[in-house]
Antibody, heavy 122, light 106 residues
Framework: EIQLVESGGDLVQPGGSLRLSCTASGFTFSSYWMHWVRQAPGKGLMWVSR????????NYADSVKGRFTISRDNAKNTLYLQMNGLRAEDTAIYYC???????????????WGQGTLVTVSS | EIALTQSPATLSLSPGERATLSCRAS??????LAWYQQKPGQAPRLVIS???NRAAGIPARFSGSGSGTDFTLTISSLQPEDFAVYYC?????????FGGGTKVEF
């Protein structure tokens, strides 16, 4: 069974930092692009970042560029999101997801982890 | 950035009825459109990719259609487990974007 399990969410003050982790199992992690997608409480979905299977190519949403860093450790089957300079508007459930596509860029999300809640508040 | 507008915001239907959900893109996204289902307290789940390809385990009552800027997700006969929020998403251009969602309620 394919599983993605996020961890690391917490309450943090504005300007603070947090590192999220996502541990994968049930598939060859090192063969897939991976993504982070977030959802503010009661709101819709927003794509945050993605990373190539070998970790050498990354992309970010403009709203997090320069503050967030995506990385991965294929030996540990783990995806990370380092979040610095956190703002109230970063408050959300953060989901990790595997990137898939029948052809072209693997930018469909399947499956998703259960998410981890990040709350930015003083 | 490509905006995706979903309508209606809420669809009130009964089990057995047909649900028709719309997603309109602000620019041509060709066939690079997917649909996700999200139930309360759960993560989203891929339902349809590339306009009309059902994901693994998705029943045949779910179908997708459209091209360019106008897309539709149809649930032919609603089952109790289908009541959820549905989001469309495009991967034609950066950044990847989602629609605001349609809630299918009983």
């Amino acid at each position: 069974e394919i599983q993605l399990v996020e961890s690391g969410g917490d309450l943090v003050q504005p300007g603070g930092s947090l590192r999220l982790s996502c541990t994968a199992s049930g598939f060859t992690f090192s063969s897939y692009w991976m993504h982070w997608v977030r959802q503010a409480p009661g709101k819709g979905l927003m794509w945050v970042s993605r990373i190539h299977s070998d970790g050498r190519d990354t992309n970010y949403a403009d709203s997090v560029k320069g503050r967030f860093t995506i990385s991965r450790d294929n030996a540990k089957n783990t995806l990370y999101l380092q979040m610095n300079g956190l703002r109230a508007e970063d408050t959300a459930i953060y989901y990790c997801s595997r990137g898939v596509a029948a052809a072209g860029n693997p930018n469909w999300f399947d499956p998703w982890g259960q998410g981890t809640l990040v709350t930015v508040s003083s | 950035e490509i905006a995706l507008t979903q309508s209606p915001a809420t669809l009130s239907l009964s089990p057995g009825e047909r649900a028709t959900l719309s997603c309109r893109a602000s620019q041509n996204v060709k066939n690079y459109l997917a649909w996700y289902q999200q139930k309360p307290g759960q993560a989203p789940r891929l339902v349809i990719s590339d306009v009309s390809n059902r994901a693994a385990g998705i029943p045949a009552r779910f179908s997708g259609s459209g091209s360019g800027t106008d897309f539709t997700l149809t649930i032919s006969s609603l089952q109790p487990e289908d009541f959820a929020v549905y989001y469309c998403q495009q991967r034609y251009s950066w950044p990847l974007t989602f629609g605001g969602g349609t809630k299918v309620e009983f």
